[in-house]
């Protein structure tokens, strides 16, 4: 069974600077969720999707943050100007319905805004 | 709301010690409680899962025990080797497992041979 895929592994951008991650999750899995790790601590939700529609994106900055996840297959996350405090390893992880909120989680990308 | 609480570390042991890291949590509703780890260079995998008071989850020699009373769900390994140096993460979902997890801080474990 193929794992959730993310790309890019590694970027680096100037501040103010946009960007966007990929993310393909297991097939058939209905729920997508991106995750924000910053070194030292453990990964925050910052948005959940169930198919195509949002469940949860109380936490995501939406003044620069954006997130869609089109045909409720493959999702894309952008940020747009960044920041310095944006560097972290962003995850994306999928789940089943049937799966009692066990996660499969991606590589992550790892973004450095300097 | 949710929240979840793990010793700090980094914690450094000899091959074959015993291992506790420990964790306790406050949730809205009845939890699913999860470790999941890091290997160096790798994605975070599910470790070990319970899902009501009394289950004890276990996995590759890892054990832990849903403890309502206590909010707690410490992970102990009677026997570390050095391929189990990696972060830990203590996590939960609660809502029947719809919602996302929230983890704790991470526990960062090296074994030394």
């Known amino acids: 069974e193929a794992g959730v895929a993310q790309s890019p592994r590694y970027k680096i951008i100037e501040k103010r600077q946009s960007v966007a991650f990929w993310c393909n999750p297991i097939?058939?899995?209905?729920?997508l969720y991106w995750y924000q790790q910053i070194l030292g601590q453990g990964p925050k939700l910052l948005i959940q999707f169930q198919n195509n529609g949002v469940v949860d994106d109380s936490q995501l900055p939406k003044d620069r943050f954006s997130a869609e996840r089109l045909k409720g297959v493959d999702s894309t996350l952008k940020i747009q100007p960044a920041k310095l405090e944006d560097s972290a390893v962003y995850l994306c992880?999928?789940?089943?319905?049937?799966?009692?909120?066990?996660?499969?989680f991606g590589q992550g990308t790892r973004l450095t805004v300097v | 709301g949710n929240s979840v609480t793990q010793m700090e570390g980094p914690v450094t042991l000899s091959e074959e010690a015993f291992l506790t890291i420990n964790c306790t949590y406050t949730?809205?509703?009845?939890?699913?409680l999860f470790w999941y780890v890091q290997y160096p260079g790798e994605g975070l995998q599910l470790l070990l899962k319970?899902?009501?008071?009394?289950d004890k989850g276990s996995n590759k020699g890892f054990e832990a025990t849903y403890r309502k009373e206590t909010t707690s769900f410490h992970l102990e390994k009677g026997s570390v080797q050095v391929s189990d140096s990696a972060v830990y993460f203590c996590a939960l979902t609660t809502g029947t497992g719809r919602r996302a997890l929230t983890f704790g801080s991470g526990t960062r474990l090296q074994v030394q041979p």
């Open positions: 949730a809205t509703g009845y939890p699913s």
């Open positions: 097939s058939g899995h209905a729920t």
């Open positions: 319970a899902t009501k008071a009394d």
């Open positions: 992880a999928s789940s089943s319905n049937q799966g009692g909120g066990k996660a499969f």
